[in-house]
């Protein structure tokens, strides 16, 4: 069987292949079997592997355990691809690593066959079954809750298993699909470590664990409802793709991530520049009226934005979160004559329009539950909980994606609607289609929906939203191409989702809006420019009421949306930098452009500093020998804070890349929730 020997930087050609494999083979100790049964690609307890086998189900009972044995492989200068056959149980694994050279990451790809003549029932399929290097002790995990996802763990890699398992039916809140293994205390900058992500909406389950003999191994897959995947005589079925990369410091695995999202996974349009969108959702909820609604998309205008967005809220019986979805036609109580003079309004502005969906809903208050409540995912003779009022449309119907499609293209065409905000709010709880589970069915439907959708209306651009981040992963965002972050816009509690939004997503996806002074989310107040600085780290956005801001707020919000014009022309094709810190309250990240002559670094107080002054901030990725002017905003409004500002930033200078990135810049004294922005450009 197939093993992997290594996974990291790029060795020398390796000569003698007999001689590493002497090299590599195993011990066998005592009071254990008499062979040894080393981590192999699709490992299976059949030939006596104690750790996660790649596969778990049956045949009738019978066949619980697989064993498998090469059949063939296919190679060419990119790929390889393993098939495996086990005969007896009459199954074919197949296992394809695709390495993209430009950006180092693995593409990993499954499929199992069943072979035989009867069903097989599958209980587990993993995606991949990776070995971890010897000298990696700790997992990052990236877990989180609704207004704050994306959020960093430590776990130690040790005798027991860390193991997470997703069963919300969607991406979810709580657990990204993906973990980064390392050396101990791996960093921005420095440890190897190994990053997976998982590109897959539903439910998965992966583990990190070390086992008796030693080695430790990382398994990522579909986690499988019981019941839910009985393979038909003939069937094939795909796990979800897993992407790997090996890196030197988070900062090279992110930077391997973001280039790969962008060349292979991303839809077309997001290559192109990323406009600033305003929202409604904050500003009004519910509470539509077309005369609000049109002075808001002119507050809007006045402040930079370049898109309105209209979200929950418009659509037949939508008048609070109890009723409506389903029901996907304008409400002619609210508008008695459609969406026109709204987007008549916003397009005479020179702005695009956008609209909010949620088409994977239905509540049970609705024209479209009334006439098919048979529609939902559900199991007889049960109630199913609903969450916001809520309940799920069985997108494994043909019949339910048809309705969606039409409902939505029906709109599209009407109103030449440039960008939708797809949301999805609720987990999966009781999710049957004719009594059976079927949660892989509805992701596979909504990929389905959304692909239809995509290859009708190529332009047509589609934002990822679950509540905020529930649903960020590559198998949506071959779809979609932008992500809601999160529903919290408190700019502080945003660094740390952002920064773990970043490790896997470019910043030109990551929706990040300039929200209220103080947060309707978690009742912080914050200053204008702090809440502008940190939306900067991503697509650029109001969510405020921008009807209700003061002369000087709408000047200094377009001053921010100037600046992020000036950057979004290099950003998509940018590098990530973070820049460690001593103190874990002082946020410092930029980004580089390709050529390294332009950059611009968020410089954020989270909360107190330990120290009087702020510890000297180095930038990073910048050519050494290229001289750099440093511009600062946003010092003036600090002054106050200290009896003197370092003299570069009221003087500007010109200083090489060299000495920034290894002097770095003394800072002024930042209280708690300030923020600067530097932007540092070739001279
Ligand atoms: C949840 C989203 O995350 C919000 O931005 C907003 O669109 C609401 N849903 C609307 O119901």
């Given at each position: 069987m197939p093993r992997i020997l290594w996974f990291g930087h790029i060795l020398p050609q390796i000569d003698d292949e007999n001689s590493l494999l002497s090299l590599c083979d195993v011990a066998v100790p005592q009071a254990?079997?008499?062979?040894a049964v080393p981590l192999s690609i699709v490992p299976d307890s059949g030939s006596g592997f104690m750790g996660p086998a790649a596969l778990e189900g049956h045949r009738a009972g019978v066949h619980f355990a697989c064993a498998f044995q090469m059949e063939h492989l296919e190679q060419s200068a990119s790929s390889i691809r393993f098939v495996l056959l086990d005969a007896v149980a009459e199954l074919r694994m197949s296992v394809e690593f695709v390495l993209d050279s430009e950006s180092s990451v693995l593409k990993i790809h499954s499929q199992l066959e069943n072979t035989g003549s009867s069903e097989f029932s599958l209980h587990k399929l993993a995606s991949a079954t990776l070995p971890i290097a010897d000298t990696f002790t700790e997992c990052l995990t990236l877990n989180g809750r609704w207004g704050l996802e994306f959020q960093q763990h430590r776990s130690v890699i040790s005798a027991t298993q860390l193991r997470i398992k997703n069963m919300?039916?969607?991406?979810?809140?709580?657990?990204?699909p993906g973990c980064v293994v390392g050396q101990q205390h791996f960093n921005a900058e420095h440890g190897q470590l190994m990053g997976v992500h998982l590109g897959y909406s539903g439910n998965y389950e992966l583990t990190v664990e070390r086992l008796t003999t030693g080695e430790a191994c990382l398994q990522v897959g579909l986690a499988i409802l019981p019941g839910e995947i009985n393979l038909a005589p003939g069937a094939v079925i795909d796990a979800p793709a897993l992407f790997a990369c090996a890196a030197d410091g988070l900062n090279q695995m992110t930077q391997r991530f973001h280039q790969f999202a962008r060349r292979h996974v991303l839809p077309q349009w997001t290559r192109t520049p990323r406009p600033i969108h305003a929202n409604s959702w904050e500003a009004l909820y519910f509470d539509h009226d077309e005369h609000a609604l049109l002075a808001l998309v002119d507050a809007a205008a006045s402040a930079g934005a370049e898109r309105f967005v209209l979200d929950d809220g418009w659509f037949h019986g939508r008048r609070d979160d109890t009723s409506g979805l389903g029901d996907w036609w304008v409400d002619k109580t609210v508008y008695p004559k459609g969406l026109h003079t709204l987007v008549a309004h916003i397009r005479n502005l020179g702005l695009e329009f956008g609209l909010w969906f949620e088409p994977e809903m239905v509540n049970p208050v609705s024209e479209l539950y009334k006439n098919h409540p048979d529609w939902v995912l559900q199991v007889a003779g049960r109630n199913t909980p609903l969450a916001r009022n809520q309940l799920v449309l069985n997108l494994g119907l043909v019949a339910v994606r048809d309705y969606l499609y039409k409902s939505i293209a029906a709109l599209v065409d009407e109103y030449k609607i440039d960008y939708i905000k797809w949301d999805m709010n609720r987990d999966l709880v009781l999710p049957g289609s004719s009594g059976k589970a079927g949660v892989v069915e509805q992701v596979n439907g909504v990929y389905e929906l959304l692909d239809r959708l995509q290859s009708a209306y190529p332009n047509l651009e589609i934002e990822s939203c679950s509540s905020g981040g529930a649903r960020a992963d590559y198998g949506i965002l071959a779809r979609t191409?932008?992500?809601?972050?999160?529903?919290?816009?408190d700019p502080i509690d945003r660094l740390s989702i952002q920064r773990g939004f970043g490790l896997f997503f470019p910043p030109e996806i990551m929706g990040a809006h300039v929200g209220h002074d103080v947060a309707h989310l978690t009742g912080r107040a914050t200053n204008l420019q702090t809440r502008a600085i940190v939306a900067l780290q991503g697509q650029y956005g109001y969510e405020l009421d921008a009807r209700n801001i003061t002369d000087e707020e709408r000047q200094q919000l377009m001053f921010y949306a100037e600046r992020y014009k000036q950057y979004r022309a290099w950003v998509a094709e940018s590098s990530a930098w973070v820049v460690p810190t001593r103190d874990a309250a002082l946020f410092v990240q930029g980004q580089v452009s390709l050529d390294r002559a332009s950059s611009f670094w968020t410089i954020v107080?989270?909360?107190?500093?330990?120290?009087n002054l702020p510890e000297r901030v180095r930038l990073l990725g910048l050519a050494e020998d290229k001289p750099y002017r440093v511009i600062a905003t946003g010092w003036e409004a600090l002054r106050s804070f200290g009896k003197h500002t370092p003299d570069w930033m009221v003087n500007e200078v010109v200083v090489s890349g060299a000495e920034l990135m290894n002097i770095g810049l003394n800072l002024p004294v930042m209280p708690a929730q300030s923020a600067l922005l530097l932007d540092c450009s070739q001279a």
């Open positions: 254990k079997l008499d062979a919300s039916g969607r991406t979810s809140h709580e657990y990204f191409g932008r992500v809601w972050t999160s529903d919290c816009i107080a989270s909360s107190s500093l330990e120290t």
